[in-house]
């Protein structure tokens, strides 16, 4: 994952509560591959963005409904 996605993903986490660290793989190169690890350091970037995903999915959209 992009650093891009890492900044969204992180973000997504802390939104639905899912724990986890968004780190680079390599720490001298921010604009190189990042993932997430668990407290042990792990790397659990499959399960945290499943994760993510079934939270978005799960959450209701918000909006206005306009009738004319």
């Keep these: 994952m992009t650093a891009n996605d890492a900044f969204e993903l992180h973000s997504a ?6 724990p986890g660290v968004v780190t680079p793989v390599s720490p001298g190169d921010p604009d190189g591959v990042w993932l997430v690890v668990d407290a042990e350091g792990r790397d659990v970037t499959a399960h945290v963005r499943a994760r993510v995903a079934m939270a978005r999915g799960a959450q209701p959209e ?3 409904v ?3």
Aim: glycine share 16%.
């Design 66 to 68: 306009i009738a004319h």
């Design 13 to 18: 986490m802390r939104r639905h509560g899912i």
């Design 62 to 64: 918000r909006g206005f």
